[in-house]
């Protein structure tokens, strides 16, 4: 039995850990912290918010008193940390925000999982507690058209967000240095998949598309992404919370690169026979505008460290994945409605805020 604390729950990636974890482990108590940023969205969890081992809880990861008490209230033995603020472009318009909520609030969670857990150099490192840290690629910077990052790859951010995650990345290893915290950290390439907020490229697309508006392309759409469905992401975190060496770090990924006009024209291809528009129509939308701050070139994981000891591997095909994703974004209009519409965090504080 454990009591997972799992932050960001509420967002993309943070809802698929956690319908994954409290499907698959009855077992478990989840508690689901989530401030309900704009990127937050209870919606995401419909399904699995009335079951017994799944509790959320509304706050912010930035407040140390909350996030002290609420540890000393719930006895967590394991942390897995997603919550931040996760856009690129949100954090080259206002830095400041993405260093309080991934650096801060980070560092917050550390200093009340070791306070909890009585970590100390003194002390063997608690065998039966893990603070599983989530973090990306990003963090490595830009590849040129060869290579691959591993594990051993030095950290080269780039953006405010990528610098952000930096930052996080090193405060967990500290703590693990410094104070024998069991940390894990692993590095994720793109995902993409079901209730991805429509402002990142994939699901900004396919709204775009649906509405025939146009599809921003950053400068010659020639930067490459390495894609990976969120739900293998989510299985992956599965895999190495359960097994990974306290210490460690494991890279994720697909080893499906893309350049972003393919990954666009493909869309387009997809959505032509889904809307039952003429071939080619749909790529007349595509738009060229100006490129991205500090756009890095390529990024590209080598995730054979997590295949070869702990036997992951993603299941899914790009195109397989981005088919399912359209057919999802199509069949589920109102969570798009909502998501995009002002009103939306304001209806959904009204409903839960008191449970
Ligand atoms: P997201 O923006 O969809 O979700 C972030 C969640 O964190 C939201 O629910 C938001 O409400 C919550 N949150 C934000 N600030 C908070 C605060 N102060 N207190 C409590 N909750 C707060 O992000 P995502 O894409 O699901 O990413 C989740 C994590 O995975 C992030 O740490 C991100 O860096 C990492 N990651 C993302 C990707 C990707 O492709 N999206 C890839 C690798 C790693
Ligand atoms: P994004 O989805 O923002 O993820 P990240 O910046 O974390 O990789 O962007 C993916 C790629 O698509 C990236 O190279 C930037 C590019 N992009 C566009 O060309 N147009 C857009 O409107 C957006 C949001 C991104």
Redesign the pocket.
């Known amino acids: 039995m454990k009591k997972i604390l799992i932050?960001?729950g509420?967002?993309?990636?943070?809802s698929h850990v956690v319908r994954l974890f409290v499907n698959t482990y009855p077992d478990y108590q989840i508690v689901n912290?989530?401030?309900?940023?704009y990127?937050?969205n209870l919606e995401n969890l419909k399904d699995i918010e009335n079951n017994p081992n799944y509790k959320f809880v509304k706050?912010?990861?930035?407040d140390a008193d909350f996030i002290n008490n609420l540890f000393k209230q719930e006895k967590f033995d394991t942390v897995i940390h997603?919550?931040?603020?996760?856009?690129v472009d949100r954090s080259i318009s206002n830095p400041l925000e993405f260093v309080v909520?991934n650096v801060i609030?980070t560092v917050n969670l550390l200093n009340a999982a070791k306070q909890a857990w009585g970590c100390s150099k003194d002390k063997p490192v608690p065998a039966d507690k893990r603070f599983y840290h989530?973090?990306?690629d990003e963090v490595y910077g830009a590849l040129g058209d060869e290579g691959m990052f591993t594990e051993e790859t030095p950290y080269d951010p780039h953006s405010p967000y990528s610098a952000s995650?930096a930052s996080s990345d090193h405060f967990v290893r500290a703590y693990f240095d410094t104070y024998n915290l069991p940390v894990v950290i692993s590095n994720?390439?793109?995902?993409y998949g079901p209730n991805h907020?429509p402002e990142k490229l994939i699901p900004l697309c396919i709204h775009n598309i649906k509405n025939n508006k146009p599809l921003p392309i950053y400068g010659k759409g020639e930067n490459v992404r390495d894609w990976l469905y969120v739900v293998d992401h989510a299985r992956a975190i599965d895999v190495i919370l359960h097994n990974a060496k306290v210490g460690s770090t494991y890279n994720i990924g697909g080893h499906n690169e893309w350049k972003n006009i393919d990954v666009i024209r493909l869309l387009c291809k997809i959505m032509d026979k889904k809307l039952g528009r003429a071939e080619g129509e749909n790529e007349k939308l595509i738009t060229f505008v100006k490129d991205r701050a500090g756009h890095d070139l390529r990024y590209a994981i080598d995730s054979t460290k997590l295949q070869n000891d702990l036997g992951w591997k993603p299941s899914l095909q790009f195109e397989e994945g981005l088919e399912k994703t359209v057919d999802w974004y199509l069949a589920n209009e109102e969570w798009l409605s909502h998501v995009t519409s002002g009103n939306y965090q304001k209806y959904y504080e009204q409903q839960y805020v008191t449970r």
């Open positions: 932050t960001g509420a967002g993309f990636i943070g912290l989530d401030k309900l940023t990127a937050g706050g912010d990861i930035t997603l919550a931040a603020e996760s856009h909520t609030g989530i973090s990306t995650k994720c390439s793109n995902n907020f």
